[in-house]
């Protein structure tokens, strides 16, 4: 029997995936992008970043400056939405408008 905590790992992991997901698709559609523009724009193939945002994969750190530039996002705000934390804590206050 596989421990309760395992469990719990795995469905944040998918809520962490699905703000991710939507934020990628938020911001490709307010530039207007397909996926094979934006994936071209960030340095990626286009299969990988129909992953990224199908939330199959996560973005290697390597690939995750590069399209937070192509989505013109701070990279910390990128960050905070792959990681599904609050920009507070992670010491980004001016993204939280504080």
């Known amino acids: 029997m596989k421990p309760r905590r395992a469990k719990n790992q795995k469905r944040r992991a998918k809520k962490d995936s699905k703000v991710f997901m939507t934020y990628l698709k938020f911001h490709r559609y307010r530039l207007g992008l397909t996926q094979e523009q934006l994936a071209k724009k960030a340095g990626v193939s286009q299969g990988l970043y129909c992953e990224y945002e199908r ?3 996560r973005p290697l750190a390597k690939h995750h400056v ?22 507070v804590e992670m010491g980004c206050a001016q993204l939280a408008g504080a």
């Open 55 to 57: 939330g199959i994969k």
């Open 66 to 87: 590069k399209l937070a530039q192509a989505l013109g996002r701070p990279v910390e705000e990128f960050t905070a939405k792959l990681y599904n934390v609050d920009p």
